[in-house]
């Protein structure tokens, strides 16, 4: 499972498919090529029954209805349901192309024919506060990541305790939280990063970023915060029909999220101050030694005052002037010439 091979290297990056294949299973076959072409190390899809979701009267989010139109909830819905095979297949393929393969159930009887085929459970923002259904898919023992959108640390932590109740202490191992704002798309001003250090410190879990801004800067900020996880939406085509296209990123946006992650936790490093291996030759150009400015004689005394501290950095730098003063020159120095440890010997020697 890549999820675990990423940990502690990168963040782990899910390509957000959702309901963007518009119930069309070629289109949800090219959403999983896509993205295991383009840098995604999981691929996620929704799997619901709109009569066990909303009600008939249930009404649109705004931004679905900006996306979509008229219409009612449950009709949009009706419209991107794909069949449990295609499902089945979409984990084979998935696992084909060395992706790891997430869905999110939104009800009991799509998580247990889930539980048969996927790596990992997603459970999204609006069943935070469905503690049963919380315990349900806690049962199968598969590890859990919970999106904590739309919720103060009271919700969480009450989610966080059902599913306790269940898991015990396999949740520090198998629970991972994403901080969200559950807009679509979401205002850079309400993205409010630093909830994802206060998530991870309340609850001592693993707290990633589940990303609903337009492009790909909130996410690769996300990544120089070292979160372990990153989510975001993805489509083919962001003018296509359908209520999360516009919201999403398409294949090349996501390679460039994807190879924007990696540098920037090859920029991150171990945090340990020390030369970089890299820079190791500029310090002989850069940095500065005692050169001599005048010829000097073998047997001269030094007397650092008279000498220069000029690049190159190749001989003695000039941290060490109190330990050359006064010590005796071995052999004759032309003009320029840096010091080296070798050229003397100190008063007190014979």
Known sequence: ????????????????????????????????????????????????????????????ADYQKKTTGKGSQIEMLRKLVLDNEVFRELSDLARSCGIDYIVTPFDKESALFLNEIIDIFKIGSGDLTWHDSLKFIAGFGKPMILSTGMATLGDVEGALDAIASVMGERIQRDLYLL????????????????????????FGLMCGFSDHTEGIEIPLA????????????????????GPDHKASIE??????????IERISLALGSGIKKPAASELNTAAVARRSFVTKEPMKKGQIINT????????GTGISPVYGEFIEGMILLRDKEPWETLDWKDFKSTGEN
């Open 305 to 312: 005052g008279k000498l220069e501290i000029m690049r190159p």
């Open 222 to 241: 996300a990544a120089a915060l070292g979160v372990p996880i990153i989510e975001k939406h993805f489509t083919l085509d962001k003018s296509m029909e």
């Open 251 to 260: 294949p090349t946006e996501l390679k460039a999220l994807s190879s924007g």
């Open 1 to 60: 499972m890549k999820l675990t091979q990423c940990l502690g290297k990168r963040p782990y990056l899910i390509a957000e498919a959702g309901v963007n294949h518009n119930g069309n299973v070629e289109l949800a076959r090219n959403l999983v090529l896509a993205a295991a072409e383009n840098g995604a190390d999981a691929v996620k899809f929704q799997m619901f029954n709109p009569d066990k979701l909303v009600t008939p009267l249930a009404q649109k």
């Open 179 to 202: 901080h969200c704002t559950s807009q679509y798309p979401a205002p850079a001003d309400s993205v409010n990063l630093r909830a994802i250090a206060t998530l991870s410190q309340a």
